[in-house]
């Protein structure tokens, strides 16, 4: 059974930092692409982080980037996501998720085709 599931939310303080981790199961995890969405309430999910197969390349979008970090660990099954410098507006469920195969786009949720069940972040001022 492919599996893919979060833990490492919480509530915080802006300005702090997180580490979300996704563990997943159920298939070869270092042949498939990752990412990371969120969805904030009355809100689209939104894509926040991409990494490839080794690590080597990965993609955020303008609003986040240089504030969260993706990285995985093929050994552990692990694909980990830091989220530094927290504000309000990163308040969401993250997600995490497997892209896939076969295709080279990652920055829809169709692009993506196994799921968490999510994990809680949210930054009080």
């Known amino acids: 059974q492919v599996q893919l599931v979060e833990s490492g939310g919480g509530l915080v303080q802006a300005g702090v930092s997180l580490r979300l981790s996704c563990e997943a199961s159920?298939?070869?995890?270092?042949?498939?692409?990752m990412g990371w969405f969120r969805q904030a309430p009355g809100k689209e999910r939104e894509f926040v982080a991409y990494i490839d197969w080794s690590g080597g390349t990965t993609y955020y979008p303008n609003s986040v980037k240089g504030r969260f970090t993706i990285s995985r660990d093929n050994a552990r099954n692990t694909v980990y996501l830091q989220l530094n410098s927290l504000k309000r507006e990163d308040t969401a469920v993250y997600y995490c998720?497997?892209?896939?195969?076969?295709?080279?786009?990652?920055?829809?949720?169709?692009?993506?085709?196994?799921w968490g069940q999510g994990t809680q972040v949210t930054v009080s001022s």
């Open positions: 998720a497997r892209a896939r195969f076969g295709r080279t786009t990652f920055a829809r949720s169709v692009d993506y085709d196994v």
């Open positions: 159920g298939y070869t995890f270092s042949n498939a692409r």
